[in-house]
């Protein structure tokens, strides 16, 4: 599931934001975005989280690591 959202919104980024001629750019801000809005996605959907959905930054670090360790696990 994290390597799905973590796509559609890198790819959306590409979409959105396109510098020509720089695919190092590119891809490095895609890869970037990415990641952090898929952590923050599920981030969302944890019951860590406020009722309004607001996670704190150590609630968002703690879904990071966790996603993390089940990538790894993977």
Do not use: M
């Amino acid at each position: 599931p994290y390597r799905i959202a973590n796509t559609v919104i890198h790819e959306s980024v590409h979409s959105t934001v396109w510098i020509k001629g720089n695919v190092p750019f590119n891809e490095s801000f895609a890869n970037f975005v990415g990641n952090e809005g898929a952590v923050l996605f599920y981030a969302g959907w944890d019951s860590r989280c406020t009722e309004s959905k607001t996670c704190t930054v150590e609630e968002v670090q703690q879904v990071r690591a966790e996603l993390a360790r089940a990538e790894r696990d993977r």
